[in-house]
Structure formats: structure tokens, C-alpha cells
């Protein structure tokens, strides 16, 4: 990892691999090279009006009750960018929505896996009871290196395998350890 304007820069682990020896003498175009993250990290949130008013989270989203069983008036699953690095990871965009007779939710996340090296996982989560006088906001995103997440998946009985498999991604996310975290309300 080398820092250029506080950003860590991230190589793929074959990178890491070669040897110093077997780069070219001439490298002072290196000093030219203007950071630029090709893993497509967003901190795309969601889009608010200028004029609407947002505070600190009353509250937290409850996730618990989401899970309660109610009729899915409308549900839709849109993927939003797909990318696999030259073969070595994969970035995927995908936004959640669902609306239930008592309010509705919707689950932006980006998922990234550098093989060899990490796992980032961004999600921006939005929540509204119908009644409540705001709509709840939670982004969260999270990093790990490849072996610190597996070493948390082994309590899940899943292996690095599971980073390759879009469906699991659920499962894997609390295994990736929090970095950052934001609750807000916009009041309606």
C-alpha cells in the first residue's frame, strides 16, 4: 500500500508478487501517476433536496422488524454496475427496494472484493414507517484484508469461497469489520 493524498492505493495481489528487479530502470513516470481508485468506491448515499431538513437519527433502523412476516406490495432488485477487474475481484452495485403496508425500505449496497487482498462493503439503508415524521438514513462501510474476513467467517462454517458467491454476501457482511458508520433523519 503506498498513501497519495491520504488515500490508501490498492494493488492486485499478483502485483505484490514481483519482484523490484523486474521493473524497468526507467520509473519516473511513476511520479507522474495522479491517484485514481479503480476499485469505483462510492460514497453515493442518496440524493436529498437542497431545502429539506435533515437532523441526527432519533433512532436506529430496526432491522428485526422488517423480518416481521407482512405482504410485499412491491419488491425490486436493480443492479446497477458490475465490474471484475481483469479477473481479479469484482465490484457490484445493486439497490433493494421494497414497500409492505407499513412503510418501506431500500438497501443500496456496494460490494468489492480484491482477490488476495480485500473486502468493502458500503451500504446506505433507508427506512420510513408510515406515521413517522422522518425517514431513517444508516450508511455504513466496511474493510477488511481477505484473511481477516475469513478468519471471521470460520464461526459461519463458510470459508473464502463465500466471497465468491453473489448470494452469501449477506451472510459475509457483518464479518467485515465496521470502519465508519452515519444515522440520519429527514424530517418530513
Given at each position: ?67 416481521a412476516q407482512e405482504p410485499i406490495l412491491f419488491y425490486d432488485d436493480i443492479s446497477l454496475f458490475a465490474d471484475d477487474f481483469g479477473d481479479n475481484g469484482l465490484c457490484y452495485v445493486n439497490v433493494r427496494a421494497r414497500a ?89
Amino acid at each position: 500500500h503506498t498513501h497519495a493524498r491520504n488515500r490508501v492505493s490498492i494493488f492486485i495481489a499478483l502485483s505484490l508478487c514481483i519482484p523490484v528487479a523486474h521493473c524497468s530502470p526507467n520509473t519516473h513516470f511513476l511520479d507522474a501517476v495522479k491517484p485514481y481508485d479503480w476499485t469505483y468506491t462510492t460514497s453515493y448515499k442518496g440524493t436529498v433536496d437542497p431545502d429539506a431538513k435533515t437532523v441526527p437519527a432519533p433512532e436506529r433502523i430496526d432491522l428485526e422488524s422488517l423480518k416481521a412476516q407482512e405482504p410485499i406490495l412491491f419488491y425490486d432488485d436493480i443492479s446497477l454496475f458490475a465490474d471484475d477487474f481483469g479477473d481479479n475481484g469484482l465490484c457490484y452495485v445493486n439497490v433493494r427496494a421494497r414497500a409492505m403496508p407499513s412503510g418501506f425500505f431500500v438497501l443500496l449496497r456496494q460490494y468489492i472484493r480484491v482477490d488476495k487482498v480485500l473486502v468493502r462493503l458500503r451500504d446506505t439503508r433507508i427506512h420510513h414507517r408510515f406515521g413517522w415524521p422522518h425517514v431513517l438514513r444508516e450508511h455504513t462501510v466496511r474493510e477488511g484484508s481477505i484473511a481477516d474476513v475469513v478468519k471471521n467467517l470460520h464461526p459461519l462454517h463458510l470459508d473464502e469461497h463465500a466471497l465468491y458467491q453473489m448470494d452469501k454476501i449477506p451472510l459475509i457482511a457483518d464479518c467485515v469489520p465496521l470502519v465508519a458508520e452515519e444515522c440520519d433523519a429527514l424530517v418530513l
